[in-house]
């Protein structure tokens, strides 16, 4: 089974207020994603943030997107479901089913699958060792140096897949009012 993490957790310095319940179109940028992880075949989507109300909360506070992960793994499997987590962040709402298929059906041999040059979206295992592999990681990190998705993917057995020339325009970030402004000016959904 396929399932899916939207990481909503960031602080949103840049853009000064909440990133997940900003409007892109007739939607916030939390909407966009989920819908955007269902429909590239998600069954269930959780979202990972320490502020969002029925969100699932860090167990390690302050530790960055790899906790983000991990809580929501854990609570994945908590419920016994076990398969296949696509991750994508909440800041990149132009990212395409197809682009995250793609992601998907690369990711069978591997247990963690990213585009190359782009640390997000991933697909990971969602099993028991992933769970264990991610606490580890976070057990020997100290909060005030946090914790980088690059050393994530080397303690996984990671698979790096190009970017094809026709999805290169959707790995945009949106993490300031200049980056959304810019979004919503050319925004055709």
Same mark, same amino acid.
């Given at each position: 089974m396929l399932?899916?993490?939207v990481?909503a957790g960031?602080?949103s310095r840049?853009m000064?207020?909440d990133?997940?319940?900003q409007?892109?179109?007739d939607?916030? &940028?939390l909407d966009?994603v989920?819908? #955007?992880? /269902?429909?590239a075949g998600c069954h269930?989507?959780?979202?990972? $943030?320490?502020q %969002?109300?029925d969100?699932?909360?860090?167990?390690y506070?302050?530790?960055g997107p790899?906790?983000?992960i991990?809580?929501?793994v854990k609570a994945f499997?908590?419920?016994?479901?076990?398969?296949q987590i696509?991750?994508?962040?909440?800041d990149?709402?132009?990212?395409?089913a197809k682009?995250?298929?793609r &992601?998907?059906?690369?990711?069978?041999? #591997?247990? /963690?699958?990213?585009?190359?040059d782009y640390?997000?979206?991933? $697909?990971l295992? %969602?099993?028991?060792?992933?769970?264990e592999?991610l606490r580890?990681?976070?057990d020997?990190?100290?909060?005030d140096?946090g914790?980088s998705?690059?050393?994530?993917?080397?303690?996984?057995?990671?698979h790096?897949i190009?970017?094809g020339?026709?999805?290169?325009?959707?790995?945009?970030?949106?993490?300031s009012?200049a980056?959304?402004?810019?979004?919503r000016?050319?925004?055709d959904?």
């Open positions: 399932y899916g993490i990481l960031g602080l840049r000064g207020e990133k997940a319940t409007m892109l179109g939607s916030t &940028l966009i989920t819908r #955007t992880l /269902l429909e269930e989507v959780k979202i990972s $943030s320490n %969002l109300p969100a699932i909360r860090d167990d506070t302050n530790y790899v906790a983000g991990h809580a929501t499997l908590k419920e016994n479901k076990v398969g696509l991750v994508v962040p909440v990149m709402p132009i990212l395409s682009t995250l298929q &992601l998907v059906n690369t990711a069978k041999q #591997t247990n /963690l699958t990213h585009f190359e640390q997000l979206p991933i $697909s295992d %969602l099993t028991p060792t992933s769970l592999t580890q990681l976070l020997q990190t100290s909060v140096k914790i998705l690059k050393r994530m993917f080397r303690d996984f057995n990671e790096i190009t970017v020339s026709e999805q290169a325009h959707e790995f945009v970030n949106c993490n009012k980056d959304l402004e810019t979004l000016a050319n925004y959904k």
